[in-house]
Structures are given as C-alpha cells and as structure tokens.
C-alpha cells in the first residue's frame, strides 16, 4: 500500500506537469509551430481567457460553459490581433517577435490599470481524493484528462476535417493552395485565432486553480516556448511527446531537488536538444522512420 | 565591397615599415567613414562634434542628479550597441544579452567585494568582467553557431541562457552561497561593492553617480561608438553584413561564417558585460532580475526603436527611449508601459528601420538637397 501511494504520487506529479505543459502550448504550438510566428503575447491570451472564466463564472455560468467562453473570447481577439498586426509580419518573423511584445506589454499594463492589481479568482472545484495518507487536488485530475482529450480533439480537428487538410495544405505550400482556390488569408487569420483560443482555453482550464494577476500569462510562456521548441513543428509526433519527456524531467528534477532545479532543468533540455536535433523531436521521428 | 583604401596582400610590401604603419592607422581612421555606417562629411562630423561639446558642458547647466542620471543613460548603451552589432549587423536576434550583462555584473561586484578598491583594483575587476562577458559569448556562441543554429532559435537559446542563470541567482539565498567574502544573496541581489575608483595621490577618487563618473562614461561612449564605426567598416564589419543579407553567399565567397558570427557575439557579449560591470559600479547593486524577462526584452526594444542596422541610430534611439520612458515613468508609470508597446507596435509596422533610422536618412536627404 505504502508503494503504492507512492508510485501514485510519483504519477500524479508527473501527470500534472504532463497536464499543463500540453495544455498550455497547444495554441502556441499551432501558432509557433505551424506558423512559425513567435508569439509573445501567448501568455496574454491565456490571462484573457482566465480572466473572462472568472468573470462568467462568478456572474453564475457554469464553470466548463465559462471556460468555453474564455477560450472563444481569447479566440476572437487573436483574430483581431492577426487581421490588424500579425497580418503584415508573415514575412518577418523576427519583427513579429517584436511586435507581439508590444501587445503582451499593452495588454498587461492595460488589465492593470483598468481591472487592477488582482481580481477575485473562483475556488479550485471537485474537492481532493485521499490515496495513502495524503490528499490530492481532484481537479488536477480532470485536467490531465482534458489534455489527452486535447491532443484527440486537435487530432480529429486537423486529420479528418476539412478546415484542417486546408490549414495543414496552407501552412505547407501558401502559394500552391492559393492557386487551388483557397482563400489563405482567411485561413492564416482563422489558424491564428484557433491557436489564441487555445490559449484562452489553457487560461480557463488553470484560472480555477491560479491566482488572477495581470501577470498570470508570464507563468505559462517559458514552459510552453519549451515544449514547442523541443517537439517542432508538429504538434502530435513533436509536442505530446515532447510533454511527455519534459514532464518526466521536471516531475524528477522538483523531487529531488526542488522547484528551482525543475526549471533550470527544462531550460537546459531546450539548449542540448535545439544543439542536438534543430528540427525538434518531431523532426527527428519523421527522420527515422523514413 | 573592394574599396581603393583596402589594402590588397598580393601588392608588393616595398614601402618602409615607417610609413606603413602611419598609413595602416591612416586607414583606421578613413574608415570612420563608410558603407556600413550612415553619416558622412563635414556637416555629419561637425553636428557629432557639437552633440558632443553640449554633453560636456551640460553638467555645468544641470543638479548633480540629473546629470548622475544621464550616467545610468550611458551605461545601457554600450549593451545597446553590442546587440546591434549581433542583431542589426550580423543578422542573429540575442534575447540574452542580459545574461552577459548579470554575468560581468556579479563578476564585478564579486571581484572588488573580495579584493577591496585599492590600487586602481576596480578598473581590472571591470577588464575581468568584460573579459568573462565576452568569453561566456563566445562560448555560447561556439556552441550556437557552430552548431549550425540560426533564425529564431538563437533567440530561444539565448532566452534560455539567461533565463536558466536568473532562476539560479534566484536560489542562492542561503549563506552557504558565498563567493570568498561576497554573499550572492538570492533574490535579494548584492550590494555593498565599491564604485570604480581612480587611485589619485592623496585621496582616491570614488566616481559615485555624479559628474565625474558621467565624464568618464561619456568619454567611454565616444570612444566605443568610434571604435565600433572603424570595425564595422573594416573587413570584417562587412563579412558580418555579407552574412546578415545571404549566409550561404558569404560561405561560397569563401569566409568561415561560424567563426565572423562567433566573434561578432563575442563582441556583443563583452559590450553587455561592459554595461553590467559599469552597472553595478553605478549602483553598487545587482539582482537576478536584471537578468529576466522583461530586462531581457528591454535591449531588444532600443535597438528596434531605434533602429538596428546603424550603429549610430542604435546609439541615439537608445539614449531617447531610455529619457522618454523615464519621462513618462515620472509623470504617470502605469501609462509608460503601455505607451512603450505602442511604441514598439508603431516600430514594427510602420518604419521597419528604426525611428532614428527613418528620421536620419530623411534629414541626410534634406541635407543633400540643400547642398544642391
């Protein structure tokens, strides 16, 4: 039994770190990986969905309809933001690094001055499970199962629909899907705004469990720049995977060492694996199977 | 790129050693002027010379605060034009600068906490800092480039770089985080250093943020904007813009460009250990946030605001977005950051340049004009 309570805690640390690292670099892996845009405000997008949760929420909504809310409000203006900043920096993407700066600076100093330092979050939901004699969050739970069902979902959305064979045909060769008939203006700016909804979605699912600052989003950006870059640009074969070793990582490192250690950590696998395989983990697996 | 001032090798050395090496820094100094750099002829030097006349006589005009003041200005520029040599000239966007500039920091104020300001000890602490700044860099750089690493993972890498040395300096809290006499201090950051000191007979001078500090960094900028404008058009400043507009090209002309933009990071590294070594001289004060986020991305800013690929635009757009943020800071801090990324937001799209950029050809243009 003692083992066992162990092992589970082992699991569920590894599980929670797996959790969030899928969660919240899912949109910035569709909008990074795929577009290759480096988007600085993503933490911004998250902060306005898990601002806009806590607001539905607490106005009585119920809190998964609240979650939906904050991901298609972050939707809606990554939408903005593409159609009127993003659209001009396709072709330079060091300049949108720059430019996303100046809007995850706008952002957070504007929900400062107008929402204040701090806004009343909502309590952590669910209660806790006692496995041995500790306690575990439920909630943290049902977010690991809302990333496995957010990897399937992505899966679904970009393999067997048609919106996703044009956005993966797009981001491939713009020009020859341009000459096939499709608009891909609107498909750049809609592919950019499915990624803020993720974004928004991440902000939502975490607002339950996270204190509501202007600065939330900056806990979430350095982790999901990791998990993108060691995955590549694909988003199944590169950042689950990618998760996956990271969260072992990490899950390990903070046992042993502690927190600091666990962030030092992924840093260094950063360095070692763009040093070791630039493409990624995902082009490193397309590389060995062919 | 084959200018008549270039000295070719295959000429016969007949000319004696005498005047071979007058003419050697004859070219030094023709190279003030160049392809690389905007501003030329009289009227350029005439107005540089001027700006630089009204920055010594300003303290005369000025309380001893403003002008310790436009010290701190001077010490970010040296960062600032390091990353335009690695950014605008070479082509490869550091987002961790601010890891050479924490690293010469702490050098600095290790160094001269242990071994005390005696003996003129402070100006070697602030060589050894530079030094290990640039080593780190080239380090760092070894391992980027010649790696083959480019685009926006340079970026990421440095990022991490300096992002991993923040939350390590975070953690040393602890007293058994000490080097020789110097706690490290964790998040508190260390303080207590001394200030650069002239060992002067009869009493060391301490140049505590004032005027005679600002003269000396003043002196320090004129002379790194100088020397910088004479590399940049040098041979080697133009291999470095050969590899910004096509590495590939550069390559086949036959130039090793692992090793031009190794040495160009080096570069820019040992000028943001410059800016940290004199930072913390300046405050007697360093924290592991000089070396997070936000510092990070603050180079970044000047250098694009100002505009990246001209070392004097660089200079000069630093020098006015650090006075008009501080301007707005003073008159309402929750706008200044917000009108900073309008700034940047308005940059970008607007004059991809650079502001300073933009407005300096525009007024050559004028100036030619008028000429005519």
Redesign the interface.
């Known amino acids: 039994m003692e083992f066992f309570a162990a092992a589970f805690a082992m699991a569920y640390q590894f599980g929670d770190a797996f959790a969030f690292l899928v969660i919240s670099c899912a949109g910035l892996a569709i909008i990074f990986g795929m577009m290759g845009i480096i988007n600085l405000a993503h933490g911004e997008f998250i902060m306005c969905g898990a601002y806009v949760t806590a607001s539905t929420a607490r106005m009585g909504l119920p809190l998964p309809l609240a979650i939906l809310c904050g991901a298609l409000v972050a939707g809606i203006v990554g939408m903005l933001v593409e159609r009127i900043v993003i659209r001009h920096l396709y072709q330079r993407p060091l300049d949108s690094i720059i430019a996303t700066w100046g809007i995850s600076l706008i952002a957070t100093q504007g929900v400062l001055i107008v929402l204040g330092s701090t806004m009343q979050g909502i309590g952590t939901p669910l209660g806790s499970i006692e496995v041995g004699d500790r306690s575990y969050s439920a909630y943290r739970l049902v977010l690991m199962a809302a990333a496995v069902a957010l990897l399937i979902g992505l899966y679904f959305l970009f393999y067997h629909t048609r919106f996703g064979v044009i956005a993966r045909a797009t981001i491939q060769r713009p020009q020859m899907a341009q000459a096939l008939g499709v608009d891909t203006r609107r498909v750049y700016g809609l592919t950019f705004g499915l990624g803020a909804a993720l974004a928004g979605l991440a902000g939502g699912l975490y607002a339950p469990t996270m204190t509501m600052v202007p600065t939330m989003g900056a806990t979430f950006i350095v982790e999901s720049f990791v998990t993108v870059v060691v995955g590549g640009a694909d988003i199944f074969v590169g950042a689950a995977p990618a998760a996956v070793i990271l969260a072992a990582i990490r899950a390990s490192l903070t046992a042993w060492y502690g927190q600091l250690f666990g962030q030092i950590g992924l840093l260094i696998a950063v360095i070692v694996v763009i040093r070791v395989m630039p493409g990624g983990l995902s082009a490193w697996i397309k590389g060995t199977r062919q | 790129m084959d200018r008549p001032d270039t000295p070719h090798t295959d000429e016969p050395l007949v000319a004696e050693t005498q005047i071979e090496r007058r003419s050697a820094l004859a070219i030094w100094i023709s190279r003030l002027e160049g392809p690389q750099t905007m501003g030329r002829g009289p009227v350029f030097w005439a107005t540089a010379a001027l700006v630089v006349l009204a920055a010594i006589l300003y303290p005369l005009f000025s309380d001893p605060f403003a002008v310790g003041n436009s010290a701190y200005f001077m010490v970010w520029t040296f960062m600032a034009m390091g990353l335009g040599v690695v950014w605008g000239y070479t082509g490869a966007?550091s987002f961790g600068q601010t890891a050479f500039f924490g690293l010469a920091g702490y050098a600095y104020g290790v160094l001269t906490i242990n071994f005390g300001a005696a003996y003129g000890f402070t100006w070697i602490a602030l060589m050894i800092s530079v030094a290990l700044g640039g080593l780190f860099a080239m380090l760092i750089g070894y391992?980027?480039f010649y790696?083959?690493?480019k685009?926006?993972?340079v970026?990421?890498?440095t990022?991490?770089?300096t992002?991993?040395l923040e939350?390590?300096m975070?953690?040393t809290a602890g007293p058994q985080w000490r080097i020789g006499e110097a706690r490290l201090n964790g998040f508190n950051g260390m303080s207590g250093m001394p200030p650069l000191t002239i060992p002067w007979p009869g009493g060391d001078v301490l140049l505590y943020p004032g005027v005679g500090l600002y003269y000396v960094l003043l002196a320090m900028v004129v002379l790194c904007y100088l020397g910088l404008r004479m590399l940049l058009n040098a041979p080697f400043g133009n291999v470095l813009v050969a590899i910004r507009e096509n590495p590939e090209r550069a390559e086949m002309l036959g130039y090793d460009t692992r090793a031009y933009q190794m040495l160009s990071f080096a570069l820019g590294g040992a000028l943001a250990g410059l800016s940290g070594a004199l930072y913390t001289a300046w405050g007697q004060y360093i924290t592991p946030s000089s070396m997070g986020?936000t510092a990070a991305?603050l180079p970044?800013?000047w250098v694009?605001v100002g505009g990246r690929r001209d070392i004097t635009a660089t200079l000069l757009g630093t020098l006015a977005v650090l006075f008009a943020f501080q301007l707005l800071t003073v008159y309402g801090s929750?706008?200044a950051?917000?009108v900073?990324?309008?700034?940047?937001?308005f940059?970008?799209?607007l004059t991809?340049e650079g502001l300073i950029a933009t407005a300096m050809r525009w007024l050559g243009r004028l100036v030619g004009r008028a000429k005519r």
């Open positions: 966007l391992f980027m790696g083959r690493i685009g926006v993972f970026g990421i890498v990022l991490s770089v992002l991993v939350t390590f975070a953690q986020l991305a970044i800013v694009a929750q706008y950051l917000i900073m990324g309008a700034l940047l937001l940059t970008v799209l991809p």
